[in-house]
């Protein structure tokens, strides 16, 4: 991957991080502390001040090296699997990644994340953004993607929390969207937008 794509890749994803903070801090005010938006603005803003050396790297450094500050800037529950999602990506993807490697490597990382949190499909976490766009992507071939993730960040607003903090809410967590698939709903739409897939 060259150069100038990464850098649109830390780019875009950043500026859409820091743009939607608010957005992302009062759904974590509904069912949370509250915080999300401020945690995942901290470590965006880390990578983009980063932006040039990291997208320097070959792509499998890139990634580990946004995992790394992902852990240490985002804090909370989420920073670790982000950064765990960030790192697992890093170790199974080369610098030229085909369609099929690609999203191999994406199932490594969300299996990690599911080891990291404990936490499987359903129990209204970033996972239900994840593994769901993960699936239409093997079925559907890398398009549609987008879409498949605004479906399952909505999708999130039923469910019950299970895993987290909102899960201290019990059934009072049902009936809004949750801070980290919404996200990992941005996070995949922006990739999405800047690889044109
Ligand atoms: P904290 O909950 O520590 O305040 P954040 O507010 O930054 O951290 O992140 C909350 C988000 O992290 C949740 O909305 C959820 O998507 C995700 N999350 C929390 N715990 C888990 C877990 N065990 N597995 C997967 N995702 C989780
Ligand atoms: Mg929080």
């Known amino acids: 991957m060259d150069k100038e794509t990464k850098l649109k890749l830390i780019t875009a994803c950043a500026e859409c991080m820091i743009r939607h903070a608010e957005e992302l801090t009062a759904l974590d005010q509904a069912i949370g502390d509250g915080d999300h938006g401020l945690n995942m603005k901290r470590g965006f803003e880390a990578l983009l001040a980063d932006a040039t050396v990291l997208s320097d790297k070959p792509l499998p450094d890139m990634l580990k090296a946004i995992g790394t500050q992902l852990v240490m800037k985002v804090g909370g529950a989420s920073g670790p699997l982000y950064g765990t999602l960030f790192m697992a990506l890093a170790k199974e993807i080369d610098d030229t990644p085909s369609l099929p490697s ?3 490597a994406f199932a490594s990382a969300i299996e990690a994340v599911k080891a990291r949190g404990k936490s499987e499909l359903g129990q209204k976490t970033m996972l239900d953004v994840l593994i769901p766009v993960h699936r239409v992507w093997v079925t559907g071939g890398g398009t549609g993607l987008a879409l498949a993730a605004q479906a399952a960040a909505e999708a999130t ?10 899960s201290f809410l019990g059934d009072r967590s049902i009936g809004h969207m949750d801070p980290g698939a919404r996200s ?3 996070l995949i739409e922006t990739i999405t937008t800047v690889l044109g897939a």
């Open 184 to 186: 990992s709903q941005l």
């Open 102 to 104: 690609a999203s191999a």
């Open 157 to 166: 607003v039923p469910m019950k929390a299970i895993r987290g903090r909102a």
